[in-house]
């Protein structure tokens, strides 16, 4: 499977676009590490418990996406895009581009 964030892969030709596909990963906010977090934001410094986090859902997001694009017989993704948000009690990231069909 070939995931792009651009809307066109070179000496690819699309075949068929199947449809938007999106995906979601949620993650609950956890007080340790949010105390954690003050304190190098207090003191200055990365964190690197919640990089981390974030590394680990953008991985799983655009491992989902790829299982929803390849359920509707896609073997690409262009136009993919990953936003993150985060909440007192919630981390989200989500994905999304356009399943499809390359020859």
């Known amino acids: 499977m070939l995931l792009t964030t651009t809307d066109v892969l070179q000496g690819r030709e699309v075949e068929r676009y199947l449809g938007i ?7 609950g906010t956890n007080v340790l590490r949010d105390f954690l977090a003050t304190l190098r934001n207090i003191i200055g410094g990365r964190t690197r418990t919640y ?40 981390i989200l990231v989500t994905a999304a581009g356009t399943a499809v069909k390359l020859r």
């Open 51 to 90: 990089e981390e986090v974030f590394e680990n859902a953008q991985k799983k997001v655009l491992e989902e996406l790829e299982q929803r694009a390849k359920r509707l017989g896609a073997n690409g993704i262009l136009g993919v895009s990953i936003h993150t948000n985060m909440s007192t009690t919630m």
């Open 21 to 27: 596909v999106t995906a979601e990963v949620v993650y």
